[in-house]
Each structure stands twice: as C-alpha cells, then as structure tokens.
Nanobody, 123 residues
Framework: VQLQASGGGLVQTGGSLRLSCAAS????????MGWFRQAPGKEREFVAA????????DYANSVQGRFTISRDNAKNTVYLQMNSLKPEDTAVYYC?????????????????WGQGTQVTVSS
C-alpha cells in the first residue's frame, strides 16, 4: 500500500491542524493505521493508532486529549486532528500501515510508511 501524508504547516501555540494520509494500491480497510513523529535529533515516536474498523484508538500520553485519529475507509484516508498544539509537537509526522493491531505503538512492526509532513508550532 502507498501512503501520502499531507496537511502539515506552521501554526502558533494553541492552534490546530488536521493531517491526512491517503492510501492507494491495496484494500485500505485491511490495515491498521498509525501516526508517528520525529523531532530534530530525536527518535521517531508513536503518536496514535486506529483499528481497521475505526473503534478504540490508542494515543501516546503526550497527545492524549489533544489529538484525535480517525479514518474514512470509503475515502481510503486516515486523519490526525491536532488541537491545543504546543512547541514540543514540532516534528515531521508520518503515517504508517500494518496488518495486525498487536504492538500498535512499535514503529518496527509497521510495513508501510508515508513520506512525512512537517508540523511546526511557534511559541
């Protein structure tokens, strides 16, 4: 499956952005989807994951209550709504796909990755 992330940009502290990740090539609804991020000089880290049917998503503690992951299987797209953004949210955000929800927060279990979209939050 091919993934294309978009929606990043520059936003002030407290602002909002919505990231999108469009999938193509295979049946989107067969895949668990995740969002990860990588800040300069840091390792890539888990942000959020969502099951094939879109229920019971999981979040990193750092974004719980501020970010919402969702998916539209009819549009082959997963979203990440980011509210109350902080400077520490600044990173390149990646979407990823895998077959099983097991170890949903471990990046090395994801087989497919998008190219990343930059999110910059100014203070």
């Amino acid at each position: 499956v091919q993934l294309q992330a978009s929606g990043g940009g520059l936003v002030q502290t407290g602002g909002s952005l919505r990231l999108s990740c469009a999938a193509s090539g295979r049946t989107f609804s067969n895949y668990v989807m995740g969002w990860f991020r990588q800040a300069p000089g840091k390792e890539r880290e888990f942000v959020a994951a969502i099951r094939r049917n879109g229920i019971w998503p999981d979040y990193a503690n750092s974004v719980q209550g501020r970010f919402t992951i969702s998916r539209d299987n009819a549009k082959n797209t997963v979203y990440l709504q980011m509210n109350s953004l902080k400077p520490e949210d600044t990173a390149v955000y990646y979407c990823a796909a895998k077959s099983s929800y097991t170890d949903y927060d471990r990046l090395n279990t994801y087989a497919y990755w998008g190219q990343g979209t930059q999110v910059t939050v100014s203070s």
